[in-house]
């Protein structure tokens, strides 16, 4: 059966166990349940901004294993310019049990070396001498760019079935997209859901469009193929063509990430 239940503190009256569990244990089952079948990625937050060698990550939360974790302050990391691409992580300590705590902490880093297992990345960028680092684009296929610009496309965000791309590159791609004034039934569903659901779609929504457009897209993709694939019907969509496909005596474009 379904029921209700929730501690009420009255004056003098007697602070009882049970009421304290139910206080630690609601909120708990309650986010397991929202987050339940979710991919490990960014929940909310975590904005980047640079500014005089320093790179602040914003707060915000992060699913992870099943936990959120949760940063309530600014965190700022020196960030001078090294001419090499440099991954902003975080690293997940083993959880503990201590003095009545059970704690999990996630470490974050700038490096050099790739995202490894029990790690996640926040972005990546190669921040040359002289140069500010942007965490503002003009367009979608700026998202790309490899110097002095913060590239968040290959960073997990968490979605029902799986991480999926961030909110707001699958935004600026819709937008972009109907500003090509297409007509095409799929490009304006899939836009029309983009834009309902904040940019916050599933993996599986994103592999639909594509294969509705021509593609032959794979159950297993990287963010950064799934980037590649949107970029292409873009580019497409902006000169005037339909499908996947290049157009008949076209020339690709290899786009490196």
Request: aromatic fraction near 12%; hydrophobic fraction near 35%.
């Given at each position: 059966m379904f029921q209700y239940g929730y501690p009420v503190f009255e004056h003098k009256n007697l602070l009882k166990k049970d009421m304290l569990d139910e206080l630690r244990d609601y909120p708990l089952s309650l986010s397991q349940m929202h987050f339940a079948g979710y991919g490990d990625g960014i929940l909310?937050?975590?904005?980047?901004?640079?500014?005089?060698?320093?790179?602040?990550?914003?707060?915000?939360?992060?699913?992870?294993q099943g936990n959120i974790y949760r940063m309530?302050?600014?965190?700022?990391?020196?960030?001078?310019?090294?001419?090499?691409?440099?991954y902003l992580k975080v690293r997940f300590a083993d959880t503990d049990y201590k003095r009545g705590w059970r704690n999990g902490i996630?470490?974050?880093?700038?490096?050099?070396?790739?995202?490894e297992s029990g790690e996640m990345e926040l972005g990546r960028f190669r921040l040359q001498e002289g140069a500010r680092l942007r965490t503002v684009y003009e367009n979608f296929e700026d998202y790309q760019t490899e110097y002095d610009t913060v590239n968040r496309i290959h960073v997990p965000y968490a979605g029902p079935g799986g991480a999926g791309l961030w909110p707001q590159l699958l935004k600026v791609y819709v937008q972009e997209l109907l500003e090509t004034g297409t007509k095409d039934i799929h490009d304006v569903s899939f836009a029309m859901t983009v834009l309902a659901a904040e940019g916050k779609v599933s993996l599986g929504c994103i592999r639909w469009y594509l294969i509705r457009s021509g593609d032959e897209a794979k159950e297993q993709m990287s963010n950064g193929e799934y980037y590649r694939k949107l970029l292409?019907?873009?580019?497409?969509?902006?000169?005037?063509?339909?499908?996947?496909?290049?157009p008949e005596g076209g020339r690709g474009q290899m786009i490196l990430l």
């Amino acid at each position: 059966m379904f029921q209700y239940g929730y501690p009420v503190f009255e004056h003098k009256n007697l602070l009882k166990k049970d009421m304290l569990d139910e206080l630690r244990d609601y909120p708990l089952s309650l986010s397991q349940m929202h987050f339940a079948g979710y991919g490990d990625g960014i929940l909310e937050g975590c904005g980047l901004s640079w500014e005089k060698d320093v790179l602040y990550l914003g707060t915000g939360l992060i699913w992870y294993q099943g936990n959120i974790y949760r940063m309530e302050e600014i965190c700022h990391l020196k960030c001078p310019p090294t001419d090499q691409l440099t991954y902003l992580k975080v690293r997940f300590a083993d959880t503990d049990y201590k003095r009545g705590w059970r704690n999990g902490i996630g470490e974050i880093m700038l490096n050099a070396e790739p995202v490894e297992s029990g790690e996640m990345e926040l972005g990546r960028f190669r921040l040359q001498e002289g140069a500010r680092l942007r965490t503002v684009y003009e367009n979608f296929e700026d998202y790309q760019t490899e110097y002095d610009t913060v590239n968040r496309i290959h960073v997990p965000y968490a979605g029902p079935g799986g991480a999926g791309l961030w909110p707001q590159l699958l935004k600026v791609y819709v937008q972009e997209l109907l500003e090509t004034g297409t007509k095409d039934i799929h490009d304006v569903s899939f836009a029309m859901t983009v834009l309902a659901a904040e940019g916050k779609v599933s993996l599986g929504c994103i592999r639909w469009y594509l294969i509705r457009s021509g593609d032959e897209a794979k159950e297993q993709m990287s963010n950064g193929e799934y980037y590649r694939k949107l970029l292409n019907i873009l580019k497409i969509r902006k000169r005037g063509g339909t499908g996947w496909k290049q157009p008949e005596g076209g020339r690709g474009q290899m786009i490196l990430l």
